[in-house]
């Protein structure tokens, strides 16, 4: 079993920046890919952004605002994000795809609310 835990959510302004932070713990094999995603109230959850040996992917819409990085030392996964606007509003999930054989975890996600 892989544990996911996110921190850092809350809420910003318009322009402001916030950094999440994913730690994965447990049964830690082959994490293939790391990433986070969000669902907004009455949307569907989409992708913001994932990283994959040494490959990044983002959503147009946080291209150029939104930086993931990971650390494997630590297992964790970061999304910094910049320049953040009110359609950003959302909770926030980090995804992992790991595990023997593969599968897909979840972490509980994070709040995170920008002001207008």
């Known amino acids: 079993q892989v544990q996911l835990v996110e921190s850092g959510g809350g809420l910003v302004q318009t322009g402001g920046s916030l950094r999440l932070s994913c730690a994965a713990s447990?049964?830690?094999?082959?994490?293939?890919?790391m990433g986070w995603y969000r669902q907004a109230p009455g949307k569907q959850r989409e992708l913001v952004a994932v990283t994959s040996g040494g490959n990044t992917n983002y959503a147009d819409s946080v291209k150029g605002r939104f930086t993931i990085s990971r650390d494997n030392a630590k297992n964790t996964v970061y999304l910094q994000m910049n320049s953040l606007k009110p359609e950003d509003t959302a909770v926030y999930y980090c995804h992992a795809v790991a595990g023997i054989p593969l599968d897909n975890h979840w972490g509980q996600g994070t709040q995170v609310t920008v002001s207008s």
């Open positions: 447990g049964r830690i094999v082959s994490i293939r890919a």
